[in-house]
């Protein structure tokens, strides 16, 4: 079964048994922008959203579940390299933490060219990791960590420009703006966390210990005086992120059961 007769069809079985699409949210534990697009036929879901919305509505999953078999099976090459993006930037991150701190302690070097190399690898490489973050969320709808997750992307556009902008031209230095800069990352990273712990009952505690991570290492980094300390969390909130992207990836692919089900804001 496809679309649009999916969406027509599951909008027929919540009529009949007189719900309402808040009432269906509250059964199946969707967004209810989720369940009003599916119904409209204007997205595909994955399979065990589908199964999730026929068991909230007592239809036979057997019966719709051979048109989403080959579906299952897939998993979109573009979650692969946002995790290999982000294994390179979580290495790169370190050298470029030297570096801005030799930078800011021993005064500029004459030759700028590496630490530009460095800032540019580290940029492109987070933005795809926060790009597939982006992807993934998509599929596992969650409108806080959506909008934390652009907000960083931007944030990460801001600040990579004027550093690559002030090394190159040499006009403004590091030190000028770097507690304003640091700040700056420690909400949005404050904001990532709280993204994060807005799943709810979702593999019992981990995006919550996430969340609490991120939320413990932004609020940190962004006092100033606790930046040094902020990296331990940090360090240990960016690879959570890592191992939930790939966890997320393998549960996408699975064909037994729903991977979760999360209560999430409305958005």
Do not use: H
Not at 26 to 32: A, D, I, P, S, T
């Amino acid at each position: 079964m496809k679309q649009p007769e999916l969406g027509k069809k599951i909008s027929e079985l919540r009529k009949a048994k007189g719900l309402t699409q808040e009432e269906l949210v509250e059964k199946c534990n969707l967004n209810v922008r989720t369940i009003q697009r599916i119904e409209a036929g204007e997205v595909t879901p994955r399979s065990y959203t589908v199964k999730a919305l026929f068991e909230a509505l007592d239809y036979q999953w057997e019966e719709a579940k051979s048109g989403f078999e080959d579906e299952e099976k897939k998993t979109p090459p573009y979650l692969y390299w946002a995790f290999a993006a982000g294994l390179v930037y979580f290495f790169l991150a370190f050298f470029e933490i030297m570096m801005e701190y030799e930078w800011i302690e021993s005064g500029p070097s004459s030759d700028t060219s590496v630490f530009i190399g460095v800032k540019i690898g580290t940029f492109l490489t987070y933005a795809a990791f926060i790009y597939g973050w982006i992807r993934l969320e998509s599929l596992i709808p969650n409108f806080v960590l959506k909008i934390a997750l652009w907000t960083m992307l931007g944030v990460n556009v801001v600040w990579y420009s004027v550093d690559c902008i002030g090394l190159i031209t040499g006009q403004f230095s590091l030190e000028d703006y770097y507690l304003v800069k640091m700040s700056a990352f420690g909400l949005c990273y404050a904001f990532l966390g709280v993204g994060y712990m807005a799943y709810k009952k979702i593999w019992s505690t981990i995006p919550q210990i996430l969340g609490a991570l991120g939320l413990t290492a932004g609020i940190l980094i962004f006092s100033g005086i606790g930046v040094i300390f902020g990296l331990i969390p940090l360090t240990l909130f960016e690879i959570g992120q890592l191992g939930l992207m790939i966890y997320f990836i393998q549960k996408t692919r699975s064909s037994v059961t729903p991977p979760y089900k999360p209560e999430i804001p409305n958005g």
